[in-house]
């Protein structure tokens, strides 16, 4: 597998997103948590250099898109050239939804590198859901295998909240009772 790197970087009128290589589950939540951060009024995702994106990453670029259009009001735009376009962004007519722009800005400096830090499985697991309802939101010929993903997903950490919740419970009842 290809190793990815995220790059964060600054232009005139905002943040550049850059990923080299796949992108990921993996590095999908490191990207909503600099949007999160970021006040910049442009965000613009850089696909130039990017490989492969799975459903979770794609995603995650709705959500983005989303969390611009709410106020306060940013522009989001992808940088990818037309075959890069196609070969990335065609599953379930995504392609339609996003605004492209054929040439990234040039960063003011050099891009920074973000590490990407493994997430409790649990919160991992409601991210990835979150995408993939997001992802079935759009309709489209793929929007009800997203859904059955983020179904899956829900159901899975119902149980396992609810397999924790019992722990917590058993853990209460056998600890030592402290004397008032």
Same mark, same amino acid.
């Given at each position: 597998?290809?190793a990815?790197?995220?790059l964060?970087?600054?232009f005139a009128k905002?943040?550049?997103?850059?990923?080299?290589?796949?992108?990921?589950?993996?590095?999908s939540?490191?990207?909503?948590? !600099?949007?999160?951060?970021?006040?910049?009024?442009?965000?613009?995702?850089?696909?130039?250099?990017?490989?492969?994106?799975d459903?979770?990453?794609?995603?995650?670029?709705?959500?983005?898109?989303?969390?611009?259009? $709410?106020?306060?009001?940013?522009?989001?735009?992808?940088?990818?050239?037309?075959?890069?376009?196609?070969?990335?962004?065609?599953?379930?007519?995504?392609?339609?939804?996003?605004?492209?722009?054929?040439?990234?800005?040039?960063?003011? $400096?050099?891009?920074?590198?973000?590490? !990407?830090?493994?997430?409790?499985?649990? !919160?991992?697991?409601?991210h990835?859901?979150?995408?993939?309802?997001?992802?079935?939101?759009l309709g489209?010929?793929?929007?009800?295998?997203?859904?059955?993903?983020?179904?899956r997903?829900?159901?899975?950490? &119902?149980?396992?909240?609810?397999?924790?919740?019992?722990?917590?419970?058993e853990? $209460?009842?056998?600890?030592?009772? !402290?004397? &008032?």
């Amino acid at each position: 597998m290809i190793a990815s790197e995220l790059l964060v970087g600054h232009f005139a009128k905002g943040i550049i997103l850059r990923i080299v290589g796949r992108g990921t589950m993996q590095e999908s939540p490191a990207i909503r948590a !600099v949007i999160e951060q970021s006040p910049a009024a442009v965000i613009v995702f850089d696909a130039t250099e990017c490989d492969y994106v799975d459903s979770t990453f794609l995603g995650c670029l709705i959500w983005t898109k989303k969390a611009c259009e $709410a106020p306060p009001s940013r522009q989001f735009q992808i940088a990818a050239s037309a075959a890069t376009r196609i070969r990335l962004f065609t599953t379930s007519s995504i392609g339609r939804y996003f605004d492209f722009i054929d040439a990234c800005p040039e960063p003011l $400096a050099a891009p920074v590198r973000i590490d !990407v830090e493994k997430l409790d499985p649990a !919160v991992l697991g409601r991210h990835v859901m979150r995408c993939h309802e997001l992802l079935a939101d759009l309709g489209g010929d793929k929007a009800e295998a997203f859904r059955r993903v983020a179904d899956r997903l829900a159901a899975e950490l &119902r149980e396992r909240d609810a397999e924790r919740s019992i722990e917590l419970r058993e853990q $209460a009842q056998h600890a030592p009772q !402290v004397a &008032r």
